[in-house]
T-cell receptor
């Protein structure tokens, strides 16, 4: 089945700086890659997703890039703000499977 | 439109007790999932369903059973709870997860289960 690795597990950045979280996946048939944000005690919520026919997608301060050849995708957050502090999960869906496979999460800390 | 609703929100069980977690969605989604979330482990798929009357095993199915008698409901059962099943359980639903047209998962608010 699909295997998703996520790095780093914890990321601390100064407010206003950029943050980058990276994920790799194992199944070359995977074609959908969402990112979820989870605040403490709350449910995961989709913040951005990308499909395999697109290399990059941007939504205001958030962008995701996908390199199908290398089988990795990344989340980029620019001009970080205190409300960006949360745990972020990447996920992928394998070509023949049902259900997303998630990375183990990155705890993003925004330092004032 | 409530989205995905999970009940109960919290539960404490003794080892060996049984319980059922209920998930209900009002978005007419075909696919429903049960995940468990443990510190440092991310979200791991327990069981899922691709439609009414169907269920399938995910990554960590042992010790759990599920049923999907109605399209809008997906039940997760623990027949004999163990301390290793202490976790936060999330239900989710989506239009589909087929490779041709994936759609995002919509999560419920979670159930925090403690087994002593």
């Amino acid at each position: 089945g699909e295997n998703v690795e996520q790095h780093p597990s914890t990321l601390s950045v100064q407010e206003g700086d950029s943050a980058v979280i990276k994920c790799t996946y194992s199944d070359s048939a995977s074609n959908y890659f969402p990112w979820y944000k989870q605040e403490l005690g709350k449910r995961p919520q989709l913040i951005i997703d990308i499909r395999s026919n697109v290399g990059e997608k941007k939504d205001q301060r958030i962008a995701v890039t996908l390199n199908k050849t290398a089988k990795h995708f990344s989340l980029h957050i620019t001009e970080t703000q205190p409300e960006d502090s949360a745990v972020y999960f990447c996920a992928a869906i394998g070509g023949g499977a049902d259900g997303l496979t998630f990375g183990k999460g990155t705890h993003l800390i925004i330092q004032p | 439109n409530a989205g995905v609703t999970q009940t109960p929100k919290f539960r404490v069980l003794k080892t060996g007790q049984s319980m059922t977690l209920l998930c209900a969605q009002d978005m007419n989604h075909e696919y429903m999932y049960w995940y468990r979330q443990d510190p440092g482990m991310g979200l791991r798929l327990i069981h899922y369903s691709v439609g009414e009357g169907t269920t399938a095993k995910g990554e960590v199915p042992d010790g759990y059973n599920v049923s999907r008698l109605k399209k809008q409901n997906f039940l997760l059962g623990l027949e004999s709870a163990a301390p290793s099943q202490t976790s936060v359980y999330f239900c989710a639903s989506s239009y589909s997860s087929g490779s041709s047209y994936n759609s995002p998962l919509h999560f419920g608010n979670g159930t925090r289960l403690t087994v002593t």
